[in-house]
């Protein structure tokens, strides 16, 4: 048979909307690319942005594969792509296949390329320290608030040794109180100084290398000053003019159109130096119908006009020359002193990194950069550094990838396209510009739109959309097919409007509508629309609920109240009547502020309701909730408990009592009791060996002497002295704690004061993953929410504003201004920008700024299966603006939605039409271990000691016969092998555990045992030997057999025993060794006993 199919093009970009199969799409790809050969798997790096994500893929790709080694018929589907890709490979041929491949992906895991961008990137950067100056054993630093604290206190450090520095700050503070702000100028430099650590920074900080800093600054201080005044003395000039005509024509406010509204009462603001008001004054040029109604002026009007209009055209010619340096000036001006010492933490920077032998994440993209630039052409000096070589990309979530991201990736892929063979296609790029929403990390959607494509060339690229909707219920998928082709096309009329606007005619027609931005907006939606999958239910709710507003102005704070009483009362109404059960329902929110207004109302509901119901006998749905903030690992009392109590062993000042209280009060909440008053009297003058009334008696008396102890053993003895590991809602936090404290240990014992300030800094922010727990009511952020899908979704706060990034920095390029110099600066996002030299990019921030507004509605929306319920700010009776996201939704569900039998009800746009068929709720412990206790030892020391001190401790006691045997008991499970004996021997010599007139007596013996025939030919096996190898079981205890071979088809067992008899007790651990082996999955093990001074080799 000759298969001889068309080439394919090498690279695959693949639009996935939500819920659209995406997963299934990057597994199907990488296993098609899988099976070409065994060792494929060293060849293919797949690239995702989380390490949740990273660890979703690997275990989906290797259950696929071991269901395929199986030949189960629950993936069929994939077995069909893989032998369309692989048409010589019949079904028994797959099967061999996937079998040899899921092995040795198994015994080469660390070859499994499938990782973070940021783990990538960390890998070659690790591979080039040498040639980046690094120092090899660097530390990875992510707290950048850290960070941005010592450099700030630096920064005061430096100011002695810096004169002109500190003069410059004495300015800065000068120029604040002229203002009527605050001297303190640290928030707003804390806040600028974030910059220093993104991408966009990098132009600036190269173009001020080459410049005198000092001398640069003070002359933009000049510069920038000079102008805002020049602009700001000609326009007084003018506009004083423009008064002095219309003061001496006589006419009053009272004679013209509107009265006092009309624009001439801003007149005299604009001559006293208000340029903003100007924009009311341009209404009335060449319009006489603006003075007077209809236009027939009086005599005393009609001379006015024609005197004053030829001044207020001076005026208008003016600003139009000159407004847009002027607003540039402005802009820079604002954060010049801030860019100074920004500039000066840029420097103070590179000294902490040397310092702390530290790079920062933000940094790594940077110097991967300057690898891949140098190896553009070909890459092949990066693999062999990295001693990999990768020929096949896979990028998934790449709508989020940033454009440093996208340039140090690009020429690795260039690359690998020039050597593709056709036979697949060879490359994927996965993503969904819809669901960009994590701007905040440099991610551009743009590349995903548009830029890739441009830079691989047409002729590389496959354009792949996934049309149908494996999640969501038929009605979720008609009311988000309607939203998502309506708004867009409302958010492109309002911004193409706005740049007409506030910018001008020229700036669309020359820039905006030439460069195709005018339909942008509809083009990123273009696939938006979904197909209904074979699988989709039919029916699914939609609530929308448009809440009553007085007035047009601050609407969403109107509706707040009023949205969280309606969502207690759905939320109540749902799980009283069995509807959905509280882990069926997830409340998104655009912020942490917002997750928490909606917990404390809820906790306060939910209080209410238990009152009325002891009292009145009502009935309420009864639901625990969960959020970010109660997943917080020190929010848990437990915790606290333990960190208080570090705390007040380290404390020796008058805090001391406050952590006597802490500890104390934490305790009792433990126990289920109240502290005694009487307590709190006698706590400052009684010393915690004392305290035995009120904390564990061992814990007192052990009180100074375990702060002796290793911080991992120490917090074992504290959970156990404290009882917390009998707390099961306890447990998960414990787990976490744990782990933390041994991830803090393992660059060895720091002691207890360093470990309570990296608490202090990062540890108390870390949390649990939000999975842990799925039987209450979530609430998240719609940025955590995303990759997530839940039974109903609600979203209360549907207000967010469109343009929501006021006041925000962004940078601007440079080019082609007076500040050229700078290559780019951060400025203040203002709208007055619209009509500066900087338009063209204050309005791609406008643009940025709607589609993140847009993309956070999706994400939102698209996360539900079955129910949808919104409520928004409602719209006031005179003219309202589209300004928040709730008008563009009114908007568009005023058109009739296809498919959907729903009207307006009121205010509100209701579909209810509940499942007939419902999947099946997960319970919190489906498919999960559940511990009821934390299985700590009396001792960690003991459970994990090594037998060589125990042969230490035994030496000490028990007879000749004992003795012998405890030393050959050692030695031969340190070795079996003859030639290694003698110096095995020398080094237990060394420990002190033999004397040099045993060497040659324990030397024989030992060469006695191992001259036993049975003995022998077990050891002469092919298998891999682990010897001494702890095996700790589910609780925690732990077990270790002196030998363990392991072969392709058995494990073998050998325990060695140097007694005059076999004992019962012997034959019991050796099975009991067997069992745990069996337990880890080991089919076929054997036990045996071999008894040295009887020379026997015994089968358990």
């Known amino acids: 048979m000759n298969f001889n199919p068309v080439l394919q093009k090498p690279l695959k970009i693949l639009q996935a909307s939500a819920g659209s199969g995406k997963t299934f799409s990057l597994t199907a790809h990488y296993l098609t690319l899988l099976f070409d050969?065994?060792?494929?798997?060293?060849?293919?790096?797949?690239?995702?942005?989380?390490?949740?994500?990273?660890?979703?893929?690997?275990?989906?790709?290797?259950?696929v594969l071991c269901s395929l080694a199986l030949g189960e018929e629950s993936v069929a589907v994939f077995r069909k792509i893989i032998q369309e890709a692989h048409p010589f490979l019949n079904p028994k041929a797959l099967q061999e296949r996937a079998h040899q491949i899921y092995r040795r992906i198994l015994h080469d895991y660390s070859r499994f390329a499938i990782n973070t961008i940021d783990g990538f990137v960390q890998q070659v950067i690790r591979s080039f320290t040498f040639e980046l100056g690094l120092d090899a054993g660097y530390k990875l630093e992510m707290n950048q608030d850290k960070v941005k604290k010592a450099l700030t206190d630096k920064l005061n450090e430096r100011l002695d040794e810096k004169p002109e520095l500190l003069q410059w700050i004495i300015n800065l503070a000068l120029d604040r109180v002229s203002e009527n702000k605050s001297w303190n100028y640290r928030r707003e430099l804390?806040?600028?100084?974030?910059?220093?650590?993104?991408?966009?920074?990098?132009?600036?900080?190269?173009?001020?290398?080459?410049?005198?800093?000092?001398?640069?600054?003070?002359?933009?201080?000049?510069?920038?000053?000079?102008?805002?005044?020049?602009?700001?003395?000609?326009?007084?000039?003018?506009?004083?003019?423009?008064?002095?005509?219309?003061e001496k024509s006589g006419v009053q406010l009272d004679e013209l159109k509107g009265k006092s509204r009309h624009p001439f009462s801003k007149l005299p603001k604009l001559a006293a130096g208000g340029d903003a008001v100007f924009t009311d004054l341009k209404k009335v040029i060449d319009c006489p119908e603006e003075y007077q109604k209809g236009g027939n002026l009086t005599a005393s009007v009609g001379t006015l006009f024609s005197r004053l209009n030829p001044v207020l055209i001076s005026i208008q010619n003016f600003f139009n020359a000159e407004t847009g340096q002027y607003e540039m000036a402005k802009a820079i001006n604002t954060n010049l002193y801030y860019l100074r010492l920004m500039q000066e933490m840029a420097a103070l920077l590179k000294d902490y990194r040397e310092e702390n032998q530290t790079l920062l994440?933000?940094?790594?993209?940077?110097?991967?950069?300057?690898?891949?630039?140098?190896?553009?052409?070909?890459?092949?000096?990066?693999?062999?550094?990295?001693?990999?070589?990768?020929?096949?990309?896979?990028?998934?979530?790449?709508?989020?990838?940033?454009?440093?991201?996208?340039?140090?990736?690009?020429?690795?892929?260039?690359?690998?396209?020039?050597?593709?063979?056709?036979?697949?296609?060879?490359?994927?790029?996965?993503?969904?510009?819809?669901?960009?929403?994590?701007?905040?990390?440099?991610?551009?959607?743009?590349?995903?739109?548009?830029?890739?494509?441009?830079?691989?060339?047409?002729?590389?690229?496959?354009?792949?959309?996934?049309?149908?909707?494996?999640?969501?219920?038929?009605?979720?998928?008609?009311?988000?097919?309607?939203?998502?082709?309506?708004?867009?096309?409302?958010?492109q009329n309002l911004i193409n409007n706005k740049i007409l606007e506030d910018g001008s005619e020229d700036l669309y027609n020359n820039w905006w509508k030439a460069a195709g931005l005018e339909h942008i907006i509809p083009d990123a939606y273009r696939q938006s629309f979904q197909k209904k999958a074979g699988s989709t239910l039919p029916g699914g709710s939609v609530e929308v609920l448009f809440l009553p507003v007085e007035n047009n102005v601050y609407r969403a704070t109107q509706v707040r109240e009023a949205a969280l009483l309606q969502l207690s009362e759905k939320l109540n109404d749902w799980t009283g009547s069995g509807r959905y059960q509280a882990g069926q329902i997830c409340i998104l929110v655009r912020s942490?502020?917002?997750?928490?207004?909606?917990?404390?109302?809820?906790?306060?509901?939910?209080?209410?309701?238990?009152?009325?119901?002891?009292?009145?006998g009502e009935t309420f749905g009864a639901y625990e909730v969960l959020s970010g903030e109660a997943l917080l690992i020190n929010n848990n009392s437990a915790v606290k408990l333990l960190v208080s109590t570090l705390q007040l062993m380290v404390t020796q000042n008058g805090q001391s009592v406050l952590y006597k209280g802490l500890c104390v009060q934490l305790y009792f909440k433990q126990l289920?009791?109240?502290?005694?008053?009487?307590?709190?009297?006698?706590?400052?003058?009684?010393?915690?060996?004392?305290?035995?009334?009120?904390?564990?008696?061992?814990?007192?008396?052990?009180?100074?002497?375990?702060?002796?102890?290793?911080?991992n053993e120490l917090a074992e003895?504290?959970?156990?002295?404290?009882?917390?590991?009998?707390?099961?809602?306890?447990?998960?936090?414990?787990?976490?704690?744990?782990?933390?404290?041994?991830?803090?240990?393992?660059?060895?014992?720091?002691?207890?004061?360093?470990?309570?300030?990296?608490?202090?800094?990062?540890?108390?922010?870390?949390?649990?993953?939000?999975?842990?727990?799925?039987?209450?009511?979530?609430?998240?952020?719609?940025?955590?929410?995303?990759?997530?899908?839940?039974?109903?979704?609600?979203?209360?706060?549907?207000?967010?504003?469109?343009?929501?990034?006021?006041?925000?920095?962004?940078?601007?390029?440079?080019?082609?201004?007076?500040?050229?110099?700078?290559?780019?600066?951060?400025i203040n996002y203002k709208k007055a920008l619209g009509k500066s030299a900087f338009s063209k990019a204050y309005f791609e921030e406008l643009l940025f700024n709607l589609m993140d507004a847009l993309n956070m509605l999706y994400v939102a929306t698209?996360?539900?299966?079955?129910?949808?319920?919104?409520?928004?700010?409602?719209?006031?009776?005179?003219?309202?603006?589209?300004?928040?996201?709730?008008?563009?939704?009114?908007?568009?569900?005023?058109?009739?939605?296809?498919?959907?039998?729903?009207?307006?009800?009121?205010?509100?746009?209701?579909?209810?039409?509940?499942?007939?068929?419902?999947?099946?709720?997960?319970?919190?412990?489906?498919?999960?271990?559940?511990?009821?206790?934390?299985?700590?030892?009396?001792?960690?020391?003991?459970?994990?000691?090594?037998?060589?001190?125990?042969?230490?401790?035994?030496?000490?006691?028990?007879?000749?016969?004992?003795?012998?045997?405890?030393?050959?008991?050692?030695?031969?499970?340190?070795?079996?092998?003859?030639?290694?004996?003698?110096?095995?021997?020398?080094?237990?010599?060394?420990e002190g555990l033999i004397r040099e007139a045993e060497k040659e007596g324990i030397k024989i013996n030992a060469l006695n045992v191992l001259q036993n025939?049975?003995?022998?030919?077990?050891?002469?096996?092919?298998?891999?030997?682990?010897?001494?190898?702890?095996?700790?079981?589910?609780?925690?205890?732990?077990?270790?057999?002196?030998?363990?071979?392991?072969?392709?088809?058995?494990?073998?067992?050998?325990?060695?025993?140097?007694?005059?008899?076999?004992?019962?007790?012997?034959?019991?651990?050796?099975?009991?060794?067997?069992?745990l082996l069996t337990d880890m999955g080991y089919e076929q093990v054997n036990g045996y006993l071999y008894y040295g001074f009887l020379q026997e080799l015994v089968t358990v």
């Open 37 to 63: 050969n065994e060792l494929k798997y060293r060849e293919v790096l797949a690239v995702t942005f989380t390490n949740k994500a990273t660890e979703e893929m690997k275990s989906r790709i290797l259950s």
């Open 190 to 246: 804390l806040d600028l100084t974030s910059e220093i650590f993104k991408e966009r920074y990098q132009p600036f900080e190269n173009a001020l290398k080459a410049l005198d800093v000092a001398t640069l600054f003070q002359k933009l201080m000049v510069d920038t000053r000079g102008c805002i005044a020049d602009f700001e003395k000609k326009l007084k000039v003018l506009a004083n003019e423009a008064l002095q005509v219309w």
């Open 361 to 491: 994440i933000s940094d790594a993209q940077y110097l991967l950069k300057g690898i891949t630039a140098d190896q553009q052409d070909n890459p092949s000096f990066i693999w062999e550094k990295m001693g990999s070589r990768y020929k096949n990309f896979l990028f998934d979530e790449f709508q989020d990838t940033s454009a440093f991201q996208w340039d140090n990736f690009l020429p690795l892929l260039q690359n690998a396209l020039a050597e593709a063979t056709g036979k697949f296609t060879d490359h994927l790029i996965v993503g969904d510009v819809k669901q960009s929403i994590y701007r905040w990390r440099n991610g551009d959607w743009r590349i995903l739109l548009q830029k890739a494509k441009a830079d691989i060339g047409n002729h590389n690229v496959i354009d792949q959309s996934l049309e149908e909707n494996y999640r969501s219920a038929a009605n979720i998928i008609d009311f988000n097919n309607h939203l998502f082709q309506e708004i867009p096309n409302l958010l």
């Open 592 to 616: 942490n502020r917002e997750a928490r207004e909606v917990i404390a109302h809820l906790m306060a509901d939910q209080q209410m309701r238990k009152i009325k119901q002891e009292t009145l």
């Open 672 to 711: 289920g009791k109240s502290v005694p008053a009487s307590a709190w009297t006698s706590l400052k003058e009684t010393p915690v060996t004392k305290l035995q009334n009120l904390l564990p008696a061992e814990l007192c008396r052990n009180f100074y002497a375990w702060q002796q102890l290793p911080l």
């Open 717 to 826: 003895q504290l959970i156990t002295v404290y009882g917390l590991g009998e707390q099961q809602q306890h447990l998960p936090y414990l787990f976490a704690f744990r782990d933390m404290l041994a991830r803090f240990t393992q660059q060895g014992e720091l002691g207890i004061t360093r470990f309570l300030e990296w608490w202090d800094e990062e540890g108390q922010l870390k949390a649990l993953p939000s999975g842990s727990q799925n039987d209450a009511v979530q609430v998240m952020t719609i940025h955590k929410s995303k990759g997530l899908a839940f039974d109903v979704v609600m979203l209360p706060f549907c207000s967010w504003d469109l343009d929501g990034m006021t006041n925000s920095i962004f940078w601007v390029d440079t080019k082609d201004t007076p500040y050229e110099e700078l290559k780019s600066v951060p």
């Open 862 to 990: 698209t996360r539900t299966r079955n129910h949808l319920y919104i409520t928004a700010p409602g719209q006031g009776k005179n003219d309202c603006k589209t300004s928040i996201v709730g008008d563009l939704i009114l908007e568009a569900l005023k058109k009739p939605v296809a498919g959907l039998n729903a009207s307006f009800i009121g205010e509100n746009f209701v579909l209810d039409e509940p499942l007939t068929e419902k999947a099946p709720v997960k319970t919190a412990s489906e498919g999960k271990i559940q511990l009821k206790k934390y299985p700590v030892s009396q001792r960690l020391s003991q459970a994990l000691a090594s037998k060589k001190v125990w042969g230490k401790l035994d030496l000490l006691s028990g007879d000749a016969a004992q003795h012998k045997g405890i030393i050959l008991h050692e030695l031969l499970a340190r070795t079996m092998d003859v030639a290694k004996l003698q110096k095995v021997i020398n080094e237990m010599q060394q």
């Open 1013 to 1075: 025939k049975a003995l022998k030919a077990l050891l002469s096996k092919p298998y891999q030997d682990l010897s001494e190898q702890t095996i700790i079981d589910s609780k925690g205890e732990s077990y270790r057999p002196d030998k363990v071979l392991i072969g392709n088809e058995e494990v073998l067992i050998i325990d060695f025993k140097f007694t005059s008899d076999q004992r019962p007790e012997h034959f019991t651990q050796v099975k009991a060794y067997q069992k």
